[in-house]
C-alpha cells in the first residue's frame, strides 16, 4: 500500500511525522514523502528540513494521501500544481487524509464539499468557507476522507486509521512500541480547557481567513 | 538559548520532532539539528531524512541537548566521536535531555551514572547497566539531566522543560497551538496497559541488552 505524505514549503514538521510514525508502520506500507521538487523541504520554523525523496509527478496514485498543515498552507491554496495533484490522486486513492491545515488544502482542492471534516481550531472558520462541515472533533472519518484537528491530532489520527486498516492488534503494538501513553503536563490542548486570555489572543492575531482570499 | 538536537542513521524521527515542536518553540531559541556530517539523516524507516545543518564541531555548546533514540542508537553506543561530543556538551550545557533509547547514549557517555534516569520501556534493563537508576516514569529530571521514555514522550517532556524554563503560560500556549488534547483510540501505550500477550512478545524479540556488548 502506497502512502504519500506531502511536503510544502513551511509546513508543520509534527502534522506529517505523526502520521508517519503510526500509519507509516502499517505492515508492507510503501510510504514516501513527496513535494513539487525533489530534495529538502524546509518547515515553519527554517531550522528543520525533511526531504522528499519523489515529485508529485511521480508518485500519481497513492493508496493513502496524508497533507499536513502550518502555515505555509496558506499560498498553496492557490498553487493549482499541487491542488490538481491532489484531485488526480483523491481520483483512485483508498484514503485522503490530512492533518491541521492540510484540511484546508484539501477543501481549496473541491474535496470536502458537503462533508464532515475538521481542521487546526483556528481555521474551522475557513473550511465551512468552502462548503464542508466543519466539526470541533479531533479525528473526523466522511468516507474515505479522514481530516484531524491541530499538529499533534496526527498521532491520534495515523493510530485511528491503522486501526482501520489493520486491525486494533496492529495499532495497539504501534502504540505500545511509540510508549504513546500521553502525559501533557498541562491541561491546554484545546480552546475549551487552555486560559481564555490565551484563546482570545490567537483568535485575534489568528491569521486564517484573512490571507486566503477566498471570495 | 541554543538547542542542538542530535542526529545519527536510524534514529526515531518523532523521539526527534516531539521536542523539537515543542521546546524547539521557546521564544528566542537558535535551534539546530547536528550531525557528524551535514546533510540528510535517513530514520530508522528508511523513507524519512532530516536534514542536519551543523556538523558536530560546529556546535560545541548548546545551552540544551537533546539526544533521540531509535535502532541506530546501538552502533552509537561505540561511536567515540559522538560519546566525546556528549561529554563536552554537556560539560557546559544548561540542560542535557533525551528522548528514548537516546537516554543509553547518555548512559554510554558516562553522564547518567548514579542518576534517576528513564529510556523505551524495552530498555530500562541497559540503562541499569550502565549505573543509573532507571525508573518507569514518562519524563524524569535528575538535576539538569532530562530523559523521556519512548518515543512520544519526547512531547510530554519538550512541553515539561518548556514550562521550567520560559514559565507555564508559554508552554501552555505551544499546547494550545499543537492542540496537543491527546486523544489515543486504544489505551496500549505502555506495557502495564497493553495486552499481555504483545508485551512479551516484543520483551523476548527485544535487541537491547543484546547488541550493545557493554562491559
Not at 29 to 40: I, M, S, T
Not at 44 to 49: E, G, N, S
Not at 58 to 67: G, L
Request: with cysteine; aromatic share 6%; glycine share 10%.
Amino acid at each position: 500500500m502506497q502512502i504519500a505524505i506531502v511536503l510544502f514549503p513551511h509546513f508543520t514538521a509534527l502534522d506529517a511525522v505523526g502520521p508517519y510514525e503510526t500509519l507509516g508502520r502499517l505492515p508492507g506500507a510503501d510510504l514516501v514523502f513527496v513535494a513539487e521538487q525533489k530534495g529538502p523541504v524546509r518547515a515553519d520554523t527554517d531550522t528543520l528540513a525533511l526531504v522528499a525523496d519523489k515529485t508529485l509527478d511521480e508518485v500519481p496514485n497513492p493508496d493513502i494521501v496524508i497533507v499536513p498543515g502550518g502555515p505555509g498552507q496558506t499560498p498553496q491554496m492557490k498553487n493549482e500544481v499541487l491542488l490538481g495533484w491532489l484531485r488526480t490522486a483523491d481520483a483512485t486513492s483508498t484514503w485522503t487524509t490530512s492533518v491541521c491545515t492540510g484540511s484546508l488544502l484539501l477543501a481549496a482542492a473541491g474535496l470536502l464539499k458537503g462533508r464532515r471534516a475538521t481542521s487546526h481550531w483556528l481555521a474551522l472558520d475557513v473550511l465551512e468557507e468552502f462548503g464542508a462541515q466543519s466539526t470541533g472533533e479531533r479525528v473526523v472519518f466522511d468516507g474515505k476522507y479522514v481530516t484531524a484537528a491541530g499538529v499533534s491530532s496526527g498521532i491520534d489520527m495515523g493510530l485511528t486509521l491503522l486501526g482501520r486498516i489493520a486491525g486494533d492488534e496492529t495499532a495497539q503494538t504501534v502504540q505500545l512500541l511509540t510508549e504513546y501513553d500521553p502525559q501533557p503536563p498541562y491541561d491546554a490542548g484545546s480552546p475549551e480547557k487552555a486560559p481564555a486570555h490565551l484563546v482570545e489572543k490567537f483568535r485575534e492575531q489568528s491569521r486564517f481567513g484573512e490571507d486566503e482570499g477566498q471570495e
